[in-house]
């Protein structure tokens, strides 16, 4: 049976920040685009995108344009990075350069640090020099900001005065949100997320968007599970969380979403911290030192809270019926991507214990600014060799679930320095694309009976941030042997990987 993957889930590697592309991708039309570049299909389809940025990235014969069904960017960076962030969107077919309005393609911005919306000002403006020369053969520059992209909804945290920064880039993106959605024709609908996640002021419905369907027609949609330092309970009632300083906390603020692709899950959390000590689960090792902690470090716990209303909404599967998504423990996620780039105080052995992830990906890195992520607390947490159980709440214990951790990039000497953290053999990848095969997809979805593996294939761009001050360095990408083993040219163009992995359903 051909092996084919419509949900595809880029962390794009932006160094020390974030910018996740989620895309729901028309496999059908991949296999068009190679058609007409004469290039040979491989006979699994999940072969064929890898196959198109290969080929394009070499001689330009193929292309991704038009083979998007639908696509959410969620934040976008720092500022270095916006160009990154353009070219994963060019180069994976979201957006066409010849047009400014985005037909489904949606932006979500967890919450206002420059780390994470910086580089969206990329997306939607672009600096452009019109040079002329005079008479007297002198030249002159004239620079203007001129508009880019126009996504079709902008979705983000409600704006609030005594909530939102006073900066540059938050002034930047408001700026950029009106003039996409005060444009005369093809307009950006803007979506403000309200505290825990609802979608208007009057706290009658929930934030979720829908990014269409993979196979057999199954929903793959994105919802909204915190926001604005509140976490959902159940419709008109949500969990308000006190800071731990009078001065607002962005990453408090951030919005948190939960992916669902039938028994798919892909957790994403923004910078929202946990307790970081024994009250989250962690000890010995696994705790965080809070005497490390600068003022500005120490953020209100929102994993808690939020990790008892995952429990809550998401029960476990207990009848197995055809046509319905099956999951093996209460909150369950296959996919965890760090919270707070792997801060020691989130990422909680507690919220790791609920979730229990098949995979792990982390957003870190050294450029534009270096917090020490992932930090070596959080990378003891989330290790089997270290960790090999997790405690419960109730001082029960289960099994360390994690079968690989996945890193955009990480430091090896900052400032003649050497960041020594232990990662326990977690591969860096540069961009880290993760994919559900649709076919494990698909049987868990019609299966009457537990058992059925759900696998999902990870691979790499293996490209990391130029360095050129020798007094930093970056470890080298991971380079071992793809599973299952084969010629990466022949088999789709992979630069790292592919790597399977597989959990019972």
């Known amino acids: 049976m051909a092996v084919s993957a419509s949900l595809e889930i880029h962390h794009i590697n932006v160094s020390q920040g974030d910018a996740t592309l989620i895309i729901n991708r028309d496999l059908a039309k991949v296999g068009q685009a190679l058609d007409a570049a004469k290039i040979p299909r491989p006979t699994d389809p999940i072969d064929w995108v890898p196959l198109v940025l290969s080929e394009t990235g070499r001689n330009a014969k193929a292309t991704l ?21 353009i ?16 037909k489904g393609f949606s932006i979500l911005a967890t919450h206002y640090h420059d780390d994470h919306i910086a580089g969206l000002r990329s997306v939607f403006k672009e600096r452009k020099e019109k040079v002329t020369v005079g008479k007297n053969k002198k030249k002159t520059v004239k620079v203007e900001i001129v508009e880019r992209y126009r996504p079709d909804i902008m979705y983000y945290n409600a704006f609030r005065k005594k909530v939102d920064p006073d900066t540059d880039r938050l002034f930047n993106l408001k700026e950029d949100i009106k003039t996409a959605k005060t444009a005369s024709e093809a307009w950006t609908d803007e979506f403000p997320i309200y505290p825990a996640g609802y979608s208007d002021e009057g706290e009658t419905e929930f934030t979720k968007i829908s990014l269409g369907t993979g196979v ?8 909204v599970y915190a926001a604005g330092q509140a976490v959902r309970w159940t419709k008109g009632n949500y969990w308000s969380i006190e800071g731990k300083s009078k001065k607002v906390d962005q990453n408090d603020q951030s919005i948190v979403v939960m992916l669902e692709y039938g028994s798919f899950r892909y957790f994403l959390g923004g910078d929202i911290a946990g307790d970081g000590m024994a009250d989250g689960g962690n000890t010995g090792d696994n705790a965080m030192d809070p005497a490390g902690k600068k003022f500005y470090s120490v953020h209100a716990d929102v994993e808690t809270r939020l990790r008892k209303a995952l429990i809550k909404l998401y029960p476990a599967t207990t009848t197995y019926k055809s ?14 991507k760090a919270n707070h780039h792997g801060s020691s105080s989130s990422v909680d052995v507690y919220t790791l214990s609920a979730l229990r992830p098949l995979l792990v990906a982390i957003s870190s890195g050294f450029r534009v600014r270096f917090h020490n992520h992932p930090t070596q607390q959080v990378m003891n947490r989330v290790s089997k060799a270290k960790t090999p159980t997790w405690n419960l709440p109730d001082a029960t214990t289960v099994p360390n679930s994690v079968d690989r951790v996945y890193i955009t990039e990480c430091a090896q000497k900052v400032r003649n320095t050497a960041f020594g953290v232990n990662l326990y053999g977690a591969r ?24 059925e593996k759900l696998v999902v294939q990870v691979y790499g761009s293996g490209l990391l941030s130029n360095v050129t001050d020798k007094s930093n360095a970056l470890r080298p990408v991971t380079t071992d042997a793809p599973n299952p083993a084969k010629a990466n040219a022949v088999a789709g163009g992979y630069a790292l990987g592919p790597w399977l992995h597989e959990v019972t359903h």
Request: hydrophobic share 35%; net charge negative; charged share 25%.
């Open 65 to 85: 344009l038009g083979t998007v069904n639908n696509a959410l960017l969620i934040d976008g960076g720092d500022d270095d990075y916006g160009g990154d962030v």
């Open 87 to 102: 070219n994963a969107l060019e180069a994976h077919g979201v957006v066409n350069p010849k047009k400014y309005w985005v």
């Open 216 to 223: 057999d027609g199954i929903p793959i949609t994105v919802s």
């Open 323 to 336: 046509g319905e998504p099956k999951f093996p423990w209460a909150a369950y996620c296959t996919v965890f």
């Open 428 to 451: 860096i990848c540069g961009d880290i694309v993760i994919r559900p095969t649709d076919e494990s997809v698909k049987k868990i979805q019609d299966a009457t009976k537990a058992g």
